[in-house]
Antibody, heavy 118, light 107 residues
Framework: EVQLVESGGGLVKPGGSLRLSCAAS????????MNWVRQAPGKGLEWVSS????????YYADSVKGRFTISRDNAKNSLYLQMNSLRAEDTAVYYC???????????WGQGTLVTVSS | DIQMTQSPSSVSASVGDRVTITCRAS??????LAWYQQKPGKAPKLLIY???SLQSGVPSRFSGSGSGTDFTLTISSLQPEDFATYYC?????????FGPGTKVDIK
């Protein structure tokens, strides 16, 4: 069974940093591209970042480019999101998500809440 | 960037109704489109990928169609567990973009 478990969310002040982690199991992690997708309270889904299976290709939404860094450790079956210079508008539930063969997101974690507030 | 729109933004329907949701891309995306269902407080769930392929385990009352810029999600006979918000997403290029969502609620 595919499982994606996020951790690392919490309350942080504007300008602060946070590192999210996602522990993957139930599939060959090193074979799949992975994504972070977020959802602000009461709002829709927003794609944040994507990383290919070997980390060769990395993409970011304009809203986080230069502030967030996606990475992965295939030996540890883990995905990360380093978030710096956080803003109030980054407040959201952050989902770790696997990319399927047709570039859809076929599995999602349960999400971790990041709140940016003074 | 490719912009995704959905219509309607909300629909009130009864159990047994046929419901159709439309998604439009600002430029052609071939068949690189997915549909997701999300219930309050839960992660989204994949329903349809590649515009018309049903994800394993998803009931056959859900179907998808379209290519290019215009796509449709149809629920042939609405069930109580289908009341949720539905999102389309283009997988043709980066940045990936989602539609704003369509809320299906009880009439």
């Amino acid at each position: 069974e595919v499982q994606l478990v996020e951790s690392g969310g919490g309350l942080v002040k504007p300008g602060g940093s946070l590192r999210l982690s996602c522990a993957a199991s139930g599939f060959t992690f090193s074979s799949y591209s992975m994504n972070w997708v977020r959802q602000a309270p009461g709002k829709g889904l927003e794609w944040v970042s994507s990383i290919s299976s070997s980390s060769s290709y990395i993409y970011y939404a304009d809203s986080v480019k230069g502030r967030f860094t996606i990475s992965r450790d295939n030996a540890k079956n883990s995905l990360y999101l380093q978030m710096n210079s956080l803003r109030a508008e980054d407040t959201a539930v952050y989902y770790c998500a696997r990319e399927g063969d047709s570039y859809e997101i076929d599995y999602w974690g349960q999400g971790t809440l990041v709140t940016v507030s003074s | 960037d490719i912009q995704m729109t959905q219509s309607p933004s909300s629909v009130s329907a009864s159990v047994g109704d046929r419901v159709t949701i439309t998604c439009r891309a600002s430029q052609g995306i071939s068949s690189w489109l997915a549909w997701y269902q999300q219930k309050p407080g839960k992660a989204p769930k994949l329903l349809i990928y590649a515009a018309s392929s049903l994800q394993s385990g998803v009931p056959s009352r859900f179907s998808g169609s379209g290519s290019g810029t215009d796509f449709t999600l149809t629920i042939s006979s609405l069930q109580p567990e289908d009341f949720a918000t539905y999102y389309c997403q283009q997988a043709n290029s980066f940045p990936r973009t989602f539609g704003p969502g369509t809320k299906v609620d009880i009439k």
